[in-house]
């Protein structure tokens, strides 16, 4: 049997806190606005992948999770393999010493840390790390930004997932979506004190998935252009500013707004699309309320396609932010970390909506901004080169 | 005693298809863009109002549903007992014989046929029926039309009930408000198959008035000045025509749309307005359903502050509307009108919405597009001047 080449990395999960929604290219994944997300820590939420390749295998093949999937159909995947291939080509170009691995198949094995069923964006990570994976195995010199452009092909958020800390995904404006990339804003040590308290919520089937869901705003929503032409630009550059100044009101008050411009505009579709639910605004109502008995802004919520929330907030802050989340849900999973924080709710608290999350909110998931993606020794393929 | 001279009408409830969502003079309650509304049958929801005065009565009074309301600091009731009185000065002035009535004071009376806890906009009917009883007791010479800026100061949407059939308010443009008045766009007569099903949500307590809501949504919603500017102005052209010409798909899909986009600016707001819920949304799924399975938009939902669901439809389409609804709502009140009704789910109807409903719905009103106010001898005041 020939030699296996592999290898490993981890990539973490992303939660933009400036939305993206619509595609100006759907083949391309070329967006209709910028975006930018706080990339969280992987001791939590991670994808661990391992790329190997060998002039022994007969097909390009993927496992997620403990299955084999079918990705013949997968015009996103193949996009980003065949990138992938051709930028190996030109190291095998460069040096003649270099083996041709881009000729090879590949064997891909890929595992979340987390459950598939928690709602969250996995997509993100699965091909920020399958992206990074690739890259490491064929030993490419292109920089993080550059694979970003690869793995936007791939699934689009995924592009700021190569990049620890704060990330901005610039749209660009190339038809060849050249210009449209993922660039860190700050990283992780700049602005190290951002937590992240996921609650996840027991939902219902999903109303719509968010590939399709985009482009019924794109093509429905009369205040769609408003937001992607006069809203978001704006938007985006406070939202950089307030990150670089370490201005957490300023970065909450612009989260809060685009979370809810984003799901306003899905709103204004045509037929409307509904990704909260009345978990989600009880969610909402508790952030208010934590920010108003704190007197300032010191939570910020923020929705992705799914009704979980997710509340990012400082360290410094944890009591006064989840000491009502944790007396609501201390009987739900993932209050470990949190030991220290008194289960508290302040008197004048309108507590109806920790009423509301006691009932609906099935797991909390207490996190923090994390840094790039790892290369790691451990390895998902045994030496046959199947998982 | 003195003589005590009154009048009494009846006013009916209006429900808009292209809502009034802001105010550019919040005390003359001059709108930031125009709306158009339905007028309901008085058969089934009504204000009945007994406009009184005598000299021997000592001041102006209101029972509301049997209660004595205080109404000395009520400014828009005020007001709108100061202009009905210039116009009866006018009267007076012009002939000698008039009694002097703008110096009595008023004694009016003023009573639902419909529970105010089902939800409804109840102060439309309220303050279209005090107007209109008080302008048939001082014999006002004044047109629906100017009676209309009397009742828009007392409560926006009121001036719309003064009209049956298909109404306008015309937004205006004068700083004092001369042109923001109600308009009829075409009589019960002119298309009278018109039907309206009200889906009565169990609702929590009311997250945020319509008055206070509005204008957070003027101060910090960056989309709604889209709306007002450029996505309403097409919308009324449009809808007009589309009552003009008795085209229910467009009239349906235009009132569907400017729903969603009311509710949209409500949630782009800071802090977000919510008036929808969970019930809400399942009430438009099922109407999506029923126009999906009918092959044509056959049915229009319509959510105003609050979570209820309104549901347009013609007459010719009753069965297959109100089939699913009524297979999930057969043992909620409201269906003794609709006997001929069969409660039938199509084959392949997402049932998980009826189900919603039929957790969720507390009560079912049918009604139909109905008439304009209506003077009646019944008297809600009595030979004292008391109720």
Same mark, same amino acid.
């Given at each position: ?51 190997? %390749?060998?002039?022994? *295998?007969?097909?390009?093949?993927? $496992?997620?999770? #403990? /299955?084999?999937? !079918?990705?013949?159909? +997968? @015009? ?82 995924? %592009?700021?997932?190569? *990049?620890?800390?704060?990330?901005? $995904?610039?749209? #660009? /404006?190339?038809? !060849?979506?050249?210009? +449209? @990339? ?206």
């Amino acid at each position: 049997m020939n030699k296996i080449y592999s290898a490993s990395t981890t990539a973490p999960v992303n939660i933009a806190t400036l939305k993206y929604w619509g595609k100006r290219d759907t083949t391309l994944n070329l967006p209709t606005n910028s975006s930018i997300s706080v990339t969280l820590s992987q001791d939590d939420l991670r994808t661990l992948t391992t790329a190997s %390749c060998s002039k022994s *295998f007969t097909e390009d093949t993927l $496992w997620l999770n #403990g /299955s084999k999937e !079918d990705i013949t159909g +997968s @015009k996103r995947l193949l996009a980003c393999f065949r990138e992938l291939r051709e930028l190996r080509r030109g190291v095998e170009a460069a040096d003649s010493a270099a083996l041709p691995m881009s000729e090879f198949k590949l064997h891909l094995v890929s595992e979340n840390n987390f459950p598939t069923a928690a709602g969250l964006a996995s997509s993100a990570a699965g091909l920020a790390a399958l992206v990074r994976a690739i890259a490491d195995l064929y030993e490419l010199p292109q920089d993080a930004t550059e694979l970003s452009k690869i793995a936007r092909q791939g699934s689009g958020s995924a %592009c700021r997932s190569l *990049f620890g800390g704060y990330v901005a $995904w610039e749209m #660009g /404006s190339s038809p !060849d979506g050249s210009d +449209s @990339k993922a660039v860190q804003i700050a990283p992780v040590e700049h602005w190290p004190e951002m937590r992240a308290c996921i609650l996840v919520v027991s939902a219902d089937k999903k109303d719509t998935s968010s590939t399709a869901g985009m482009q019924v705003t794109v093509n429905t929503s009369p205040l769609f252009a408003h937001r992607i032409n006069n809203v978001v630009p704006q938007r985006f550059e406070l939202m950089k500013k307030s990150i670089l100044d370490r201005d957490f009101a300023q970065f909450a008050q612009l989260t809060m707004q685009d979370s809810n411009s984003f799901h306003a505009v899905c709103l204004d579709s045509t037929p409307p699309i509904f990704y909260m639910n009345d978990i989600s605004r009880a969610a909402i109502r508790a952030v208010d309320e934590i920010n108003r008995l704190a007197g300032q802004t010191v939570a910020a919520y923020t929705f992705d396609a799914g009704p979980n929330a997710v509340i990012y907030y400082l360290k410094e802050n944890a009591q006064v932010v989840l000491g009502p989340l944790k007396a609501a849900l201390k009987s739900q999973d993932g209050w470990a970390s949190a030991s220290a924080i008194k289960p508290e709710v302040p008197t004048s608290f309108e507590s109806r909506w920790l009423d509301v999350l006691g009932a609906g909110i099935v797991r909390v998931i207490l996190t923090k901004v994390g840094g790039d993606p790892v290369s790691t020794s451990e390895s998902l393929i045994n030496d046959a080169g199947l998982p």
